[in-house]
């Protein structure tokens, strides 16, 4: 499930098959998720965190790919349940790299 604001970007990653199914939602795309990777800038992290929070399961685990920690990781104790697992990781793309392709 792919989640995104730019519904031109979302629909590009359905047609390039980055993703099986697409939301503006981010709680719909968490619902009943077993892992969820946050690609955004990190700035919105605390905001999607907020929002997904509610809707993981108990066994999901949540990771980013964000060039920080303390705030990822300060934002993840403030919104995420205790049953939450979150694993801060390495940034996998660069900063001049923008989209899902």
Same mark, same amino acid.
Not at 1 to 20: F, N, P, S
Not at 67 to 79: D, E, Q
């Given at each position: 499930?792919?989640?995104?604001? $730019? $519904?031109? @970007? +979302?629909?590009? *990653? +359905?047609?390039? &098959? #980055? =993703?099986?199914e697409i939301t503006q939602d981010p709680a719909e795309a968490a619902k009943d998720a077993e892992l969820v990777i +946050?690609? /955004?800038?990190? &700035? /919105?992290?605390g905001d999607i965190l907020s929002r997904i929070g509610p809707a993981l399961s108990p066994r999901a685990i949540v990771t980013d790919v964000g !060039? @920080?920690?303390? !705030?990822? =990781? #300060?934002? *993840? =104790?403030?919104? +995420?349940? #205790? @049953? #939450?697992?979150?694993? &801060? !990781?390495?940034p996998m793309a660069g900063s001049e790299k923008r989209g899902v392709e």
């Open positions: 499930m792919g989640y995104g604001h $730019r $519904r031109e @970007t +979302l629909e590009k *990653a +359905l047609q390039i &098959g #980055a =993703v099986d +946050l690609c /955004t800038p990190v &700035g /919105t992290f !060039s @920080t920690k303390r !705030s990822v =990781v #300060a934002a *993840a =104790v403030k919104y +995420l349940p #205790a @049953t #939450a697992h979150f694993v &801060g !990781s390495h």
